[in-house]
Structures are given as C-alpha cells and as structure tokens.
T-cell receptor, first 110, second 115 residues
Framework: DQQVKQNSPSLSVQEGRISILNCDYTNSMFDYFLWYKKYPAEGPTFLISISSIKDKNEDGRFTVFLNKSAKHLSLHIVPSQPGDSAVYFCAASVGNQFYFGTGTSLTVIP | EAQVTQNPRYLITVTGKKLTVTCSQNMNHEYMSWYRQDPGLGLRQIYYSMNVEVTDKGDVPEGYKVSRKEKRNFPLILESPSPNQTSLYFC??????????????FGPGTRLLVL
C-alpha cells in the first residue's frame, strides 16, 4: 500500500508564476520529508527537506510546507523557470527506510 | 567528482539467469540503498545498508540479494530474475545520520529487461 501519494501526475505552469506540488502520506511515524527532482535518463537529485518538528523550510525559490495534522506536504516554487521542468518526487523516512511518491511531472511554459 | 556509479546502465537478460548490478560511491558514505522505479508506483526501496556487513530489507526485498563487503560498493544480486523484475533500478548513498541536508545521492540508473 502506497504510504506516500502524489495525486497529480502532471502540472503545467507559466514561467514566472508559482508552482505548487502536493504530497499526502499515511504514516504518522514519518520523521523526515524530502523533495527530489528528476530529469530523464538521470537519477533523482535532492531539492529540499523538512523535519517533522517544523512546518516550513525555505531554500531560495523553493519552500516546503508540512501540515502534520492533515498529513500533507507541499512544495512551492516561486518564480517558476523553464529549467524547473522535471519530475518531482516527494519522499518520507522513518528510521532508516525511505518511501517515495509516484512523482509529478512539472512543465514550465516559457 | 563526487558520484555514485552503476553498471551496467542497460541490461537485457532471460528468466532465471543470475545477474549482478554493481554500485560504487566515492564519497565515503556509510549508508547505501537500492530502489526500483516502476510506472505508477514511484521509487520503492529494495535493500539498504548502514555500513559494511550491515544490510536490511526495504519495502520490496523479495527476489533480491545484496552484500556490503566494502564501504564503497553495494552490489544488487538477482539470483533468478523474473519478468516482474523488469524495472529501472537506482543506487543511492548518504552520510549518517540520515536526517541531514546531505541526504541521498543517486546513481544514474540501470534499466533492466527480463525476458
């Protein structure tokens, strides 16, 4: 059973606007959450993370929000750039194990 | 250059023929892990290792073996591959503790087709 879910397989956004990618999880024991970005024919690369004791973490254009009561995670990209076009995976960890979502393909239209 | 390498990158094999996918990292990371990526299922963790001679099952370990005899290498072994193991495989490594900004570095992937 999928413990981390990304319900939107794809998202299109105009350049300069905000991209919001969403992720839901079921396991309340998850203690760390991450976002990875993946280009075709490459491995995922780390983007940003957040501990379960926080509700927000920012890194430049990227901000991750965590709502533990709703078991919901979101990634905001502002402003979106064409180079941001990729597949984004959210992930969660408990102990030494990681669980990934199915990915959201983001297209930023110039 | 800090990297995780996997070999081979592409592999076509037949059911039952044992194969090994190698993974090597040059960052002196303690933690290494294998994932498989399948359409509609995302990445699923197969096995992970906290250090030399320490390995543990992930979410989908059935049909796979691993070993960690050296810190830099973490091969994935399919003793008797079956068509349902056709997938894209990623190796990753990380420093410990895992809840740091360093998190996991992924290899480029190995695409396996089992006929």
């Amino acid at each position: 059973d999928q413990q981390v879910k990304q319900n939107s397989p794809s998202l299109s956004v105009q350049e300069g606007r905000i991209s919001i990618l969403n992720c839901d999880y079921t396991n309340s024991m998850f203690d760390y959450f991450l976002w990875y970005k993946k280009y075709p024919a490459e491995g995922p690369t780390f983007l940003i993370s957040i501990s379960s004791i926080k509700d927000k973490n920012e890194d430049g254009r990227f901000t991750v929000f965590l709502n533990k009561s709703a078991k919901h995670l979101s990634l905001h990209i502002v402003p979106s750039q064409p180079g941001d076009s990729a597949v984004y995976f959210c992930a969660a960890s408990v102990g030494n194990q990681f669980y990934f979502g199915t990915g959201t393909s983001l297209t930023v239209i110039p | 250059e800090a990297q995780v390498t996997q070999n081979p990158r592409y592999l076509i094999t037949v059911t039952g023929k044992k194969l090994t996918v190698t993974c090597s990292q040059n960052m002196n990371h303690e933690y290494m892990s294998w994932y498989r990526q399948d359409p509609g299922l995302g990445l699923r963790q197969i096995y992970y290792s906290m250090n030399v001679e320490v390995t543990d099952k992930g979410d989908v370990p059935e049909g796979y073996k691993v070993s960690r005899k050296e810190k830099r290498n973490f091969p994935l072994i399919l003793e008797s591959p079956s068509p349902n193991q056709t997938s894209l495989y990623f190796c990753a490594s990380s420093l410990i503790p895992l809840d740091t900004q360093e998190t996991q570095y992924f290899g480029p992937g190995t695409r396996l087709l089992v006929l």
